[in-house]
């Protein structure tokens, strides 16, 4: 692919398959690495261009030059969305995974500045900018003032200085007594507290819970059966035995509370259809 220019450095995005180059003549042109075919070009920088770079859905490419400008170019309608003007000149920017953030870093400045996307906030119509139009101008924060000799020695002294403790009162009277600063809902019961606690007191101490087994033993086989061979005989009882809940039993119910298989039953029944 010839580009009949000398080429800067170029920007890849591996996700869209794009790359943006930045050639010698202050131009960007996009290319399509599939197809080998230039997609969109860029002109408008007046200086060499130190860096740009694609937003994570490529649509969006920001670049920067010594001019002191970054502009914003709208890769699907190729038109120049935004155009800013810097104090000093760029040397590097980065967008956010998401677009929400940008980083840039400006010659003689050792700190990166951030800036938010306005779209994310605020209803603004990304409209192209017009020929005539001149650059926002964007002032870099102002750093922060260091601490002088002064301010340290001040501080020195403030943390020298000891807090004084608190000293309690003594007592006005020895008729009178000191309470301390609580509500009267933490101090007011104290007088009847062995009452509270004999009223609280469990009339039957706790009673530890039958331990049961963690994992069940089953019965080698097709299916899934449980060995309950191991459960005590009078739990097995307690389980089995049916209670009817009559206080007078007739014949053939006091003859199925005696009946333990079945077996048993069918010969109550038996017995009862031949009478």
């Known amino acids: 692919l010839e580009l009949n220019s000398d080429l800067s450095f170029i920007r890849l995005n591996r996700d869209s398959g794009l790359m943006a180059v930045a050639m010698e003549n202050f131009s960007i042109r996009v290319i ?4 080998r075919v230039v997609v969109r070009q860029y002109p ?7 860096d740009m770079c694609l937003s994570g859905d490529s649509r969006w490419l920001v670049s920067v030059s010594q001019d002191c400008t970054g502009r914003v170019w709208d890769l699907a309608t190729g038109h120049c969305l935004d155009w800013v003007q810097f104090d000093s000149a760029p040397v590097s920017v980065d967008m956010s995974p998401t677009g929400d953030m940008m980083a840039t870093s400006h010659v003689g400045d050792l700190g990166i500045y951030l800036w938010v996307n306005k779209t994310l906030y605020e209803h603004i ?4 900018i017009s020929k005539n139009s001149q650059p926002v101008k ?3 924060p102002s750093n922060l003032a260091l601490p002088t000799d002064d301010d340290d020695t001040s501080e ?16 006005i009277s020895e008729d009178l007594i000191t309470l301390a600063n609580l509500p009267g809902s933490r101090w007011l019961n104290l007088l009847q507290l062995d009452v509270i606690k004999a009223k609280n007191k469990p009339k039957a101490p706790p009673k530890k ?3 049961a087994p963690f994992f069940l033993p089953t019965i080698p086989g097709l299916e899934t059966k449980f060995d309950l061979s191991g459960i005590v005989q009078e739990e ?4 089995t035995n049916i209670n009817l809940g009559f206080t ?4 053939f119910g006091t003859e199925l509370s005696k009946a333990d298989s079945d077996d048993d039953y069918l010969n109550v029944i038996k017995s009862m259809l031949d009478k």
């Open 138 to 140: 964007l002032s870099l």
């Open 236 to 239: 097995k009882d307690a389980t």
């Open 32 to 35: 399509d690495i599939d197809t």
């Open 125 to 128: 119509t990304l409209a192209p």
């Open 209 to 211: 819970p039958k331990a």
């Open 44 to 50: 408008g920088h007046t200086g060499v261009i130190t």
């Open 248 to 251: 007078n039993l007739t014949e």
């Open 156 to 171: 020195a002294k403030e943390t020298e200085e000891t807090e004084s403790e608190f000293a309690s009162p003594e007592q």
